[in-house]
Structure formats: C-alpha cells, structure tokens
C-alpha cells in the first residue's frame, strides 16, 4: 500500500509516499481502508524535526492523526464496528506517531476507541477537515470553557482548522461569537456564524473589549488577550508553537480559575462519537482550503508552508 511518510527532517521536500505492507489490526484494533486525511499544524512540526525529544530520531515515521474511511477488518474483541461501516478517527499519541506509517495512507490501524461512525451530513473530504478541529474546538468550547448561552466568546484565529469548527460550536452552544482572523476572512468567519469580526493586523485588546470566554489557536501574547476576561471569564489555549507560549500557559496557574486552561494528546474515548452527533444535529461543515491525491503530498506541505490558508489541506487517498 502507499503511505505518506517523513523520510528525514526538513521542509516539505522531506516527506514522501512510499510502499509497504499493509498494517495488520491487532486486538482491539481496526484496518481501515481510507479515503481522506487532513494535513495538520503538528504532521509539519513533526517533519520540521521540532517534536523530535517527543517522537525520536528514527525515520521514516507515519503521517496523518485523522482520516475517514471505511472498515476493512476488525482485531479480536472489537465491538460495535464491522466491515463496510463509514468511520473516521484520530490518532495522535506518540506511540502512533513513531509508527512508519500513520493515517494518511491506504490503509490505517486504530484503536477502536480512536474511531467513530462518520458524520453521515459530511463527505468524505470534508470529514477528514473537520473531524481534528471538530473534536478540539467541541472540547475547548463546550468541556473545558462550559460556554453558557449568551456568553460573548473570542475565537482567536477563526478561519483557521480549529477556529473554523469553533465559530460554528459557539455558535450553536448559544454564545455571541467575535472572531479574531485576517481581514480578507471576514465574510469567511460571517457565513460561519461570527457576530462581529476584528481584522488580527489592527484589532487591540481594548477594542475587543469585555470577553467571558476566549479561544486562543494562535499561541502568542495570551496575557494580553486574557486581560480581556470578565470576572468570570475562562480561557482556553490549544495552540504549542512556540515555547514560550507554553510557558505562558504553565505560568497562568497563578491566575487561579481564571488560568489559561489547555489539554493536548489522544481525544478521550467517546468524545468523537460526540462530534459525530453535534455536527449532525446543527449541521456543521469544514473550512477546506484545497484537496491534493495522495501522490501530491509535497505540493500538499508546500501549500502548508506558503501559509494563508483558509481551514484545512485535506489528502485524499482513495482512487
Ligand atoms: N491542543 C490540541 O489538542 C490541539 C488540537 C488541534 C490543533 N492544535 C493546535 O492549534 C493550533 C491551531 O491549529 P489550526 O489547525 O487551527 O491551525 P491553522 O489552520 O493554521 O489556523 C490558525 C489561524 O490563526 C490565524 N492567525 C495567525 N496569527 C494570528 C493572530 N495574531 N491573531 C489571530 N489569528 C491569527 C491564521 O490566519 P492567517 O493564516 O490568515 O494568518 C489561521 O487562520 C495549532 O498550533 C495546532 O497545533 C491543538
């Protein structure tokens, strides 16, 4: 089968699709036969060689943390899941990541608890650019924020992945969404769901003004943004770039509740049958910003690199 994999440490002329065996489902695992994946923030952070103290130094790794596809075959004690159903999944724990292969590739492994049935209101191309930002903006908004109905909630970065899911998820808990994006997203973040729109280049702090909850993807000058909470506000940082923003993060504990909260690694078990669920009943749809065969994986990180994107790369993989 093919797969796309780092070959070495580098910009996008380190990644490649080669051939090699099919991965066999061990017990209580899936083969999936997939169809799409999405190119994320930390597959270009992994094949930059920045989260190598995370993932080791030996190559070729896998790529992809999501996909959609359908079952192929189930390990021993695998229930719930069979042959022909329409699943998607992440897998983003380390021991996945050392893998030579991952999820963007024909055929992938993963924990049953990693997968869930697909959003039957999403194809396959827009499953996979969703189900990442999806399932993070759900939990930053709804389980770590507990945004309450008419609460104003900035999403920092709302034409991004997670942001785009976001403005929508606020949107449908009840909140009065701002975003925070490029001034040439505006109408992007409008069709969304955003209520009032602030261009990143010119916007401060103080014009932003009060905020009960904020959203941060972006990483950089979260005190500045906090500042901006009510009494009762909450924060909510998913973004790991820089070191310095998660010293930040680590730092706010002084704040006490009102600390920049944060969670990283494997979604817990369940919490993607709970996106499936949302996005089905308020009917949420991912911001794809383009779609290259699986053939075209450098031209896919090339595109990643070059940046202003709106959402998401997604890889498709079935012929
Ligand atoms: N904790 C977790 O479990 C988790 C899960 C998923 C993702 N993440 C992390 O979350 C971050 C965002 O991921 P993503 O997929 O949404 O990335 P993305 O698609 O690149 O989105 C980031 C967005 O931020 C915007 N932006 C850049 N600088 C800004 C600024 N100063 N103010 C406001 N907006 C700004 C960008 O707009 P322009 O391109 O127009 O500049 C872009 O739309 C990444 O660091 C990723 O690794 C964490």
Redesign the pocket.
């Known amino acids: 089968m093919r797969a796309a994999q780092i070959i070495r440490f580098g910009d996008w002329r380190a990644v490649a699709v080669t051939t090699t065996a099919v991965p066999e489902p061990g017990d209580g695992e899936v083969l999936v036969r997939v169809s799409a994946s999405s190119l994320?923030?930390?597959d270009v952070?992994r094949r930059d060689g920045r989260l190598r103290m995370l993932t080791g130094r030996r190559l070729p790794q896998g790529l992809g943390i999501d996909m959609v596809g359908t079952v192929e075959r189930t390990g021993a004690g695998v229930q719930g899941f069979g042959p022909g159903d329409r699943v998607w999944g992440i897998r983003?724990d380390t021991a996945g990541m050392k893998n030579p292969t991952g999820l963007t590739a024909d055929y992938a492994v993963a924990h049953a608890h990693q997968i869930a049935s697909a959003p039957h209101t999403l194809d396959d191309v827009q499953a996979a650019a969703f189900a990442?930002?999806g399932?993070?903006a759900l939990?930053?908004l709804r389980d770590v924020a507990r945004l309450q109905p008419g609460e104003r909630v900035l999403i920092?970065?709302?034409?991004?992945?997670?942001?785009?899911a976001a403005v929508q998820i606020a949107a449908a808990l009840g909140g009065r969404v701002a975003v925070?994006?490029?001034a040439?997203?505006e109408q992007i973040a409008r069709d969304l769901g955003a209520q009032e729109f602030f261009d990143?280049?010119t916007a401060s702090p103080a014009l932003v003004g009060p905020t009960d909850v904020i959203l941060d993807?972006?990483?950089?000058?979260l005190l500045r943004w906090r500042r901006l909470l009510t009494p009762q506000g909450r924060m909510v940082g998913?973004?790991?770039?820089s070191a310095a923003g998660l010293a930040t993060i680590a730092a706010s504990i002084v704040f006490g509740p009102r600390r920049i909260r944060?969670?990283?690694?494997e979604?817990p078990p369940g919490s993607l049958a709970c996106v499936t669920s949302f996005a089905e009943t308020h009917g949420l749809r991912a911001l794809v910003?383009g779609t290259f065969p699986l053939e075209d994986l450098q031209d896919a990180h090339r595109t990643?690199d070059a940046?202003?994107?709106?959402?998401?790369i997604v890889i498709t993989v079935a012929s």
Do not use: E, I, W
């Not at 920092?156 to 785009?164: A, L």
């Not at 993807?217 to 000058?221: F, M, Q």
């Not at 940046?307 to 998401?312: E, F, N, P, S, V």
């Open positions: 994320n923030t930390v952070v983003s990442v930002g399932y993070t939990r930053a920092r970065g709302g034409t991004g992945g997670v942001g785009s925070l994006a490029s040439r997203n990143y280049a993807t972006v990483g950089t000058d998913v973004a790991f770039n944060t969670f990283a690694g979604p910003h990643f940046q202003a994107l709106r959402g998401k």
